[in-house]
């Protein structure tokens, strides 16, 4: 049976090919890329449940967008999974803990709810992610709630950083290391970015150097 939803799931997601190739996705698997010349890479992928959880055989689109320089130490080359984005949303939040019955993939109207979620709700979502500026403009709107599953802190500095939008680093650095533990490895980060836009001699007794086994934050 798991070998049936397998194929039943490439079938679903290779009918969309032609539409997503004009809109300048490319297709590996059931997994869908599209690299922006700003360097951002838009992904939609086709997911099938595993076979031992409470959502067997149910499917769903998952929707990404990658910001290289929010982790610039990360390797992007090459094709892209969604588990790989800084920025996700899944239709399975939507729908809550529960797949509906109609998102089973073996279920007649699979293929279209498929496709309806994958225009109408994931490519809409992606296509608010244009470029970097659209990333700080929900961060600054909404802050962690501006996207589904949330964005590290860190990542948000290293992409002011990278901006040299020396303002933003330096507030969102006091704002951490005064508001949240911050462990050793992680205070040379906030550094690294204070240096990156030409704060390096900002006074620091405002990130107190703290225990470095202490667990990383978000």
């Known amino acids: 049976m798991m070998a049936d939803n397998t194929a039943h799931a490439n079938e679903i997601a290779a009918l969309a ?3 997503m190739k004009a809109l300048g996705f490319r297709k590996r698997g059931r997994t869908y890329n599209r690299r922006l010349d700003n360097g951002l890479i838009h992904v939609a992928q086709l997911t099938l449940q595993p ?16 910001v290289p320089r929010m982790e610039p130490d990360r390797d992007f080359d090459g094709f892209i999974s969604e588990s790989r984005a800084q920025l996700r949303l899944t239709q399975g939040l939507l729908a809550g803990t529960t797949f509906p019955a109609d998102y089973e993939i073996s279920s007649p109207r699979a293929a279209q709810l498929l496709k309806r979620e994958l225009f109408e709700i994931g490519l809409p979502w992606l296509d608010r992610v244009p470029d970097e500026a659209s990333v700080l403009a929900a961060w600054e709107k909404d802050g962690q709630g501006a996207f589904e599953f949330g964005v590290s802190v860190f990542q948000i500095v290293n992409l002011y950083a990278a901006r040299r939008d020396a303002e933003h680093t330096v507030d969102l650095v006091r704002q951490i290391a005064t508001t949240q533990p911050v462990p050793g490895p992680w205070r040379d980060r906030l550094l690294v970015a204070l240096r990156g836009v030409g704060r390096g001699d900002e006074p620091i007794e405002w990130l107190p150097d703290l225990d470095s086994n202490q667990e990383p934050i978000d």
């Not at 076979?51 to 990658?66: K, Q, R, T």
């Open 17 to 19: 090919v032609d539409e």
């Open 51 to 66: 076979s031992w959880g409470i959502n067997s055989g149910a499917a769903s689109y998952m929707f990404g967008v990658v």
